[in-house]
């Protein structure tokens, strides 16, 4: 799995405590984080070449963990590659869609999400072609301030006030972005304590488990394990990402830093690495 | 010149006047933007690696056209290259000083910049070596309002205020980053209109004219142009850096996608992009 850094580590662990067996290879591009202020064309060529790098490394199945990668890749990436692809904004709309139930009021669901995302439309299109109204901002303060670590700041409160002052009554919000649920406690101060934030990493979790079952892919209780249970990837500096991953409640595990221009370059050293990584392969 | 982004491009400007005769290659590392928020290792990593890439493109000095490049890699990385190397925080001390006067009563000034900057200490420990008080506040949502173009926005006005708030009575502000000019408005709308604002580019632009001549690299009136006036490369997506380049004034010119990881592979292809890219060599 992959996110733009640390936001992708709530999926993570809802991962691993759906999947047991399976061992899990995470890489975070800290070095060009954040992905959601960027380009869509700039972020699907990112989730293009870490996915190539995932699966060069002999990954069975990619996970994108990172809202604006999904929305800006999927559903093509997934047909471009020989490894089953999930993201995470089908199960975000899955969650939002039974959360609202099916019963006959008109309803609404709010997506907040970086400007990349709600520019996709991604989670937005598939709601409404499910009958269900929505409203939509870009947040995109919301990231550098988590990352900042201001999530519980006078800021905080003031750029979410800002952001939703004039959001009108909806069934559910979409935390569109896997840094959002660490802004929740804001979020429920300035909404209030009835709304439902939907976070959609519970959803992933049992979306991946079952497309696993289902394509054979998902490894037993007695099989044994080939590799490490978790690995770290890290696009930037290793310290700082471990630092990070620890305090956002991450599990600690092997780091190391990858270097995905060199990646790109196939001819450069054939093989050099294959030896040293073999190690660090997936299932 | 290189810079994280965009933000260089008033110093360039300030550059190309103060330089009518000379070439310029203008390095924007939008894959990687923002630097602020990242760690000083890895931002000096990025400033030695654009800066070997500047060099083997033939150029016969560089500026450092980033507050948090300079203030994390000089004066270490101007040892270790062959080319004078001039940053953006040493002009910003002495426009500080020149500001401030030298008069006997005490003086205060306050440094604005990045988290990466302000920790540093690079403006501060300059000043106060001078005899100069300081204040400083890392702003570290400046930069992602200016790149998301709501620098006259509410949320602008509200987050300066939270920064600003507290700020003691001070002579000048140093604008430590190269996106700050932009917030000049609420700048003043927040701390008044007789507040000095000091933005470093002109004094880099006096610095490097006169660093130039006295080491005898000064092209002349006379001198025959070998390359174009400017040409720009860029990390990340092309179209989208001219883009914002255009409308925060930077000038129309030739841009080139670069990969930095490639280069940092030199066995990959030797000598494969000395030809094309040699009508982009800087005089």
Known sequence: ????????????????TALPHESFLYLGDTARVPYGSKPLAMVAGFASEITAELITRGVKAVVIACNTASAASLPSLAREVAVP???VVEPGVAAA???VGSTGSAKRVAVLGTEATIRTRAYQDRLEAAGIATWSRACPLFVPIVEEGASDSTI???VTEHYLGDMPPVDAVILGCTHYPLLKPVLRQVLGNDIVLIDSSEVVASTVAAGLR?????RQAGDGHTSERL???VTGDVGTFMNTAVRLGGQNAPATRVDLGARRQPAAAPG????????????
Do not use: P
């Open 1 to 16: 799995m992959f996110d733009s850094g640390v936001g992708g580590l709530t999926v993570l662990n809802a991962l691993m």
């Open 85 to 87: 692809v999930w993201g």
């Open 97 to 99: 869609r039974a959360s």
């Open 156 to 158: 905080a409160t003031l």
């Open 214 to 218: 289902d394509s054979g892919l998902l």
């Open 231 to 233: 690995s770290y990837l």
């Open 272 to 283: 050099k690495d294959a030896g040293s990584r073999a190690d660090r392969l997936v299932s």
